[in-house]
């Protein structure tokens, strides 16, 4: 089990750390662990798990709009 930092987690999926705060605190992302009194941290398979159910979700669309 690996675990991101934030600015690792920005690199990885291209939004800032705000907006990525609000998609955990809308339930729309991984929630972060706590790693210490002023450090928090990603699951690294949970992250991967995030991105791999966008892109199904852009290829079921792209299905959806061929037939």
Known sequence: M???RT???????GYCRSHLWRLERDGKFPRR???GPN???YLESEI???I?????ERDD???NNRG
Do not use: T
């Open 39 to 41: 450090s928090v941290g």
């Open 2 to 4: 690996k675990i991101l």
């Open 52 to 56: 791999a159910a966008r892109i199904a």
């Open 7 to 13: 600015k690792q987690v920005v690199e990885r999926v």
């Open 48 to 50: 991967d798990e995030w």
């Open 61 to 63: 669309q792209d299905s």
């Open 33 to 35: 662990c706590q790693l």
